[in-house]
């Protein structure tokens, strides 16, 4: 491809009345100006890879490709960091279970995984700090190399309770692999090791993550509208 010939494609989801429409960009630039480019995609594909957009939803931060390519990356860093080990994949319910699934299946190395269930919310959607136990570990932890697996870090006071909790139970080794890291929130120090996205202080939804137990199956990472959470 000749270094003077810029790509830019975009995907635009638009939802009127209802109906939901897709909209495909593109531009083409050769000595300074740009002129319009044609592609055929099928609605079909379109909407298997990239998802219909909800009505809740104000704009779509990640679509199921980048998350999968990303969930790629993550899995080589992992693999390439663990050699010659068996990490244990510490799944955080209930909004890592898509995570977790996708993340052991692409890290090339023998792993096991077990699930914990924390809440820190109650019905608020702010977290109150105060951090209980709901689900326990099964395996355990004694000796072994564990990743503990978030969707979210947001202000760090949930994972800050994890970390201390896990590592008083003799873990050889213990680190964090996040897919999405809110940094502009945090209240402790604390950095994930494996980051997927950082993101700003929106709320988002999708891919595991909830309001209200909804949302959580929708293939990409989107903003929900204000006017869902603040009725």
Do not use: W
Request: aromatic share 10%.
């Amino acid at each position: 491809m000749d270094s003077d010939l810029f790509f830019a494609l975009r995907l635009t989801a638009l939802s009127q009345s209802g109906m939901i429409f897709y909209m495909l960009l593109a531009s083409e630039k050769r000595g300074g100006f740009r002129k319009p480019l044609q592609f055929s995609f099928s609605l079909e594909y379109v909407l298997e890879e990239y998802g219909v957009m909800h009505e809740d939803i104000k704009e779509i931060l990640f679509s199921a490709p980048e998350i999968a390519n990303r969930i790629q990356e993550l899995g080589k860093e992992i693999t390439r960091d663990y050699q010659g080990r068996q990490p244990l994949l510490i799944g955080i319910l209930k909004g890592a279970v898509p995570f977790i699934a996708d993340l052991m299946r692409v890290i090339d190395l023998p792993v096991s995984y077990d699930l914990m269930a924390v809440s820190s919310y109650g019905a608020s959607t702010k977290s109150s700090g105060t951090v209980r136990i709901l689900k326990d570990l099964d395996a355990a932890l004694e000796g072994r190399d564990a990743i503990i697996v978030e969707d979210i870090v947001d202000t760090g006071l949930t994972l800050k309770y994890l970390l201390e909790n896990l590592r008083s139970r003799q873990v050889n080794s213990l680190k964090v692999c996040t897919l999405l890291d809110k940094p502009s929130r945090r209240k402790v120090a604390i950095q994930p090791d494996y980051n997927g996205f950082e993101i700003p202080d929106k709320f988002v939804v999708g891919y595991g993550l909830d309001y209200a137990e909804n949302y959580r199956n929708l293939p990409y990472i989107g903003v929900l509208k204000e006017a869902v959470y603040q009725k």
